[in-house]
């Protein structure tokens, strides 16, 4: 199990640009989770989804972030319009639909907007 | 709403010395608490869970609900225990933690 997958691990976007992060769960899980880190900050929760459903977005900002899980292929979050603000590492995480209480995180994408 | 306090950005000390990376909590439930790590270009990953009361690596945590605090203790650090340590809660019936923003440890030589 390659535990989970993000790419691309580095993104670089000019403001205005549109930035597609890729996040992969591990195998059998089937909730994802996104969490932005800031510089200086913890990490602060994004959304929640399961396969083709948002659970909880009620960390995602309300304009320009968008995310989805298709019932195949990986989580996509999707960010338009970039400002440098949006410059951060964006973790995802996974877990099984049992109920578990354990995420796994993927390694994270940084992202910088120049 | 809960809130995860932890109050050092940085915490330094020698190889060898005792260690307490703090952490403190606001919620009105019985909350679940965990102590996460990230070494230097790893993933994040959990080191232990208030609730297993385990030893993961030499360290413990004990949650005082008194305080409200789940301190993470090693009594001799290692130079391989330089990392950001996270505390997190998890609050009854929710899949998303609450993290701390994070304290970094320097073991030093």
């Known amino acids: 199990n390659a535990g989970v997958m993000q790419n691309p691990r580095h993104l670089v976007r000019r403001r205005g640009q549109e930035a597609r992060l890729r996040c992969s769960p591990m195998?059998?899980?089937?909730?994802v989770y996104w969490y932005r880190q800031l510089p200086e900050e913890g990490l602060k929760f994004m959304v929640y989804?399961?396969?083709?459903?948002?659970?909880?977005e009620s960390g995602m900002p309300k304009e320009r972030f968008s995310a989805e899980f298709p019932k195949e292929g990986p989580s996509i979050l999707r960010i338009q319009q970039v400002v440098r603000g949006d410059s951060a590492a964006y973790f995802c995480?996974?877990?099984?639909?049992?109920?578990?209480?354990?995420?796994?995180f993927g390694p994270g994408t940084r992202l910088t907007v120049t | 709403a809960q809130r995860v306090t932890q109050p050092e950005k940085l915490l330094s000390v020698f190889k060898g010395a005792p260690v307490e990376l703090k952490c403190n909590y606001s919620?009105?439930?019985?909350?679940?608490l965990f102590w996460y790590v990230q070494y230097s270009r790893q993933r994040l990953q959990l080191l232990l869970r208030h609730i297993s009361r385990e030893s993961i690596k030499g360290f413990t945590a004990d949650l005082n609900k008194g305080e409200t605090s789940f301190h993470l203790k090693k009594p001799f650090a290692q130079e391989e225990d330089s990392a950001m340590y996270y505390c997190?809660?998890?609050?009854?019936?929710?899949?998303?933690?609450?993290f701390g923003r994070g304290t970094s440890l320097i073991v030093h030589p």
């Open positions: 997190a809660l998890l609050s009854g019936g929710s899949y998303i933690p609450t």
């Open positions: 919620y009105s439930g019985s909350p679940e």
């Open positions: 995480a996974s877990s099984p639909p049992t109920g578990e209480y354990e995420q796994y």
């Open positions: 989804l399961q396969k083709e459903n948002i659970i909880d």
């Open positions: 195998k059998g899980h089937s909730h």
